[in-house]
């Protein structure tokens, strides 16, 4: 029997936030299978599970906050998946959890409900739609069996199934739910379903509109406080605990833009790269080439890392930061790396990213060239030793072979950790970005 | 495309590539990717999006035109058959 736990999503991450079950007991699931929404502080990830097997019980409910490493699903990994789809009944038993996994749910229970029911019972309740005050219990003591509740009449409204981030578009833009058709996992009703939803209003809505003047963009007052308060730890922490040094230098961008112009030309959109992929790619390379600043801080000593997970940090419309990682980002071909970049982004300000994104990046790049910007001088994210800033790329007079001209260019800089390495080491890594920019045809 | 045609398809993209963005409530010359936030990933799916309702191949030369509505709406204009 194997348990998927609460995961540790972040260096920084104590405790999550069930949001909502993707399977349900009886559902097979695969290692690598999307099984639970979870909200942190900072985000709400779609977390994969580790076992294959057979979910056999699910012991947290959803809306209930639990550490990490708390357990919140059992896996009967000894049973082969049934050979019939949509096995909805556990194939043993579900074992009632022992009192001290009880979940502290996020809603107070009522007398009824805690006396008489326990975490799964309750869960199907909710799942079914049944209130359990009207059930009637059949075990010893009066208490409500799963029997019970699956006799129970039930009500017809079933439970409506939504992302998060597709109840709050909703809510925000005044699109009911319950007419939504879901094209998600089991029905799920998805942003984008509600975005379609929208959008289909809009012609037939589009006059009687307030006269008040509205803000063109939606004000960070509505991301959540939660997520400010996650930052505002992990950077005082950083910046308390960190010897931090700075670098900058500035890199002549005329052989990458014109590589890069060259490379769009004729293709569609959706296989045109971005100067930003550039850089990142040259990034990833250099940690390769300067191990000393591509890894961890842990128990005192530098822990070089295997492979270069590069976090990406990506401002967050409405507020807030979130930096996932981009996994092998030093070998993957640029193309691959520019469509890898496109998706994690949008995922991440979509607010579905994934378990394995969020852990451990080695080394995290920020780049505010896009807010205009020309040098961003960041604080790294412990356990992590240095941080790469990426400012705009700006056409600026140079000088080459002692005539004065105009290139893109743009400043890279970087904040490393004086515990892990030194200035000279720092400057080599600068150097090699700059190096491998110049050279664009070998990223 | 006509004009008109074309500026409520650029503000119908615009609302699609950056939620929570009111593209009704920019003026007709301001940069919106400035305005928006838009970041350099955010700009590439506006114009994946805006080739593919248009058929038009927009080449990286042509964006410093599609900053604006106005920009975006003349572009497209001039550059699709009158329908």
Wanted: proline content about 10%; glycine content about 8%.
């Amino acid at each position: 029997m194997a348990e998927f736990t609460m995961p540790s999503l972040g260096a920084d991450m104590e405790e999550g936030t069930l949001v909502e079950w993707l399977v349900s007991p009886g559902e097979t699931v695969t290692k690598g299978d999307v099984v639970a929404v979870v909200e942190t502080a900072k985000s709400t990830i779609e977390v994969e599970c580790f076992d294959s097997g057979t979910i056999s019980a699910l012991l947290v409910e959803p809306g209930t906050t639990v550490p990490v490493g708390t357990p919140m699903a059992s896996i009967d990994s000894a049973v082969a998946p049934p050979a019939r789809p949509a096995a909805k009944q556990p194939v043993t038993p579900a074992p009632a959890p022992p009192p001290d996994l009880q979940p502290v749910p996020g809603r107070p229970l009522t007398r009824t409900e805690r006396a008489v029911s326990t975490p799964l019972v309750r869960h199907l309740a909710e799942e079914k739609g049944i209130d359990l005050s009207t059930v009637h219990g059949s075990g010893r003591g009066g208490r409500i069996t799963r029997s019970d509740v699956e006799h129970a009449p039930t009500e017809p409204p079933p439970r409506l199934r939504a992302s998060p981030l597709a109840r709050r578009l909703a809510q925000s833009m005044g699109v009911d739910l319950g007419g939504l058709r879901g094209t998600g996992r089991n029905g799920t009703i998805r942003a984008d379903d509600v975005r379609a939803a929208a959008v289909d209003h809009l012609p037939r809505e589009a006059e009687p509109r307030e006269p008040v003047e509205k803000p063109v963009l939606a004000s960070p007052a509505e991301s959540a406080p939660g997520a400010r308060a996650a930052i505002a730890a992990l950077m005082t922490r950083a910046k308390r605990e960190i010897p931090h040094y700075y670098l900058s230098t500035k890199v002549d961008l005329a052989a990458a833009m014109a590589w890069m112009r060259d490379q769009n030309t004729g293709r569609p959109v959706a296989q045109r790269l971005v100067p930003v992929a550039l850089l990142l790619k040259a990034v990833a390379l250099a940690a390769r080439q300067v191990p000393e600043l591509n890894g961890h801080w842990k128990d005192d000593a530098f822990v070089p890392a295997n492979g270069v997970r590069l976090g990406i940090a990506v401002s967050l419309r409405g507020g807030g930061l979130t930096a996932p990682a981009l996994a092998d980002a030093d070998t993957m071909p640029l193309p691959e790396l520019m469509a890898a970049l496109r998706d994690l982004v949008s995922r991440a300000r979509g607010g579905r990213l994934r378990a394995s994104e969020t852990t451990d990046p080695t080394l995290t790049v920020t780049n505010l060239g896009d807010q205009g910007v020309e040098a961003v001088f960041g604080v790294i994210y412990p356990p992590q030793v240095a941080l790469v800033g990426l400012g705009r790329v700006i056409e600026q007079p140079v000088a080459v072979n002692g005539m004065l001209t105009v290139h893109p260019t743009v400043t890279a800089t970087l904040s490393a950790d004086h515990r892990a390495s030194d200035g000279a080491t720092g400057a080599r890594f600068l150097t090699a970005i700059e190096r491998l920019l110049q050279r664009p045809e070998d990223l | 495309m006509n004009r008109d045609a074309a500026l409520e398809l650029i503000k119908e993209v615009l609302a699609d590539v950056v939620p929570g963005a009111d593209p009704t409530a920019l003026s007709p010359e301001e940069n919106f990717r400035d305005t928006l936030e838009m970041d350099s990933l955010d700009f590439l799916n506006l114009v994946e999006a805006l080739s593919g309702r248009t058929g038009l191949p927009l080449p990286e030369a042509d964006y410093p035109s599609l900053n604006t509505l106005n920009g975006c709406a003349d572009y497209i204009a001039s550059h699709t058959s009158p329908a």
